[in-house]
């Protein structure tokens, strides 16, 4: 009799899990929430060169906003930023090539000129609004939305980890989240896997290895994982 090899689990920790048919066992197990946070209208007045997006959060936060203010152009970062941004009615003016605040800051021209919004988490990187106003634009920063811990997930990635293959991070928030609920050895004998240096270099900062995928999306993540499980 043919045995049926059993189909290998990986942990999604990300907040959306929208995803290609895979022969994987995926488990979506947000570990992080978000809470909208109150902001002064008054940052929306006027009319804007540029409205930053990066990512899929921001857009559920701030389309409402979007639809009332007066601006020239959106720049996204990421296909799922763009997708969410589309699904929700605005086009898109800009895309960088390689989905990262590092690939926007290469390919984004930016002058003194310019007045630019740049809604986002409070816990961002403040990497690209630093090379914003280094370049001498007017940047208004909105902090729109904050993580917090899903102590649903939380509690049922305690009940699966250890029978799972992989558990997948997409954000340093999200490692700062697990941490505070795990001891680092619970990820010895399973594979990690990140999206994206930051998160990959948070990890690092708990002691823990990580694979990445070449390109920083979900689809990309799960396909190098059925490579790295099944081989």
């Known amino acids: 009799m043919k045995t049926i090899e059993k189909r290998k689990r990986i942990i999604v920790t990300q907040s959306h899990c929208n995803h290609k048919e895979?022969?994987?066992?995926?488990?979506?197990?947000?570990?992080?929430?978000?809470?909208q946070l109150s902001f002064e209208k008054t940052k929306l007045n006027g009319t804007f060169d540029w409205v930053v997006i990066t990512s899929k959060n921001t857009v559920s936060?701030?389309?409402?906003?979007?639809?009332?203010?007066?601006?020239?152009?959106?720049a996204s970062i990421g296909k799922t930023t763009t997708k969410a941004l589309l699904d929700a009615g605005f086009k898109v003016d800009f895309e960088p090539s390689t989905f990262t605040?590092?690939?926007?800051?290469?390919?984004?021209?930016?002058?003194?000129?310019?007045?630019?919004?740049?809604?986002?988490?409070?816990?961002?990187?403040?990497?690209?609004?630093?090379?914003m106003k280094d370049h001498d634009a007017e940047v208004v920063e909105i902090e729109l939305y904050h993580p917090v811990g899903n102590k649903d997930s939380i509690n049922k990635i305690k009940n699966n980890l250890l029978s799972s293959d992989a558990i997948t991070f997409s954000s340093p928030s999200g490692v700062h989240v697990f941490m505070s609920n795990f001891e680092k050895e619970v990820l010895d004998k399973i594979t990690v896997a990140s999206i994206g240096h930051v998160t990959e270099r948070t990890l690092k900062e708990y002691g823990i290895s990580s694979?990445?995928?070449?390109?920083?999306?979900?689809?990309?993540?799960?396909?190098?994982?059925?490579?790295?499980l099944y081989k």
């Open 61 to 74: 936060f701030f389309k409402e906003y979007l639809k009332n203010i007066e601006y020239k152009h959106i």
């Open 101 to 131: 605040q590092e690939g926007f800051m290469e390919e984004f021209k930016v002058n003194s000129d310019m007045r630019i919004l740049y809604p986002a988490s409070n816990e961002k990187r403040s990497l690209m609004r630093d090379f």
């Open 211 to 228: 694979i990445m995928p070449k390109e920083a999306t979900l689809n990309s993540m799960i396909e190098m994982l059925e490579e790295e």
């Open 22 to 35: 895979t022969k994987l066992e995926v488990l979506h197990l947000p570990i992080i929430s978000f809470e």
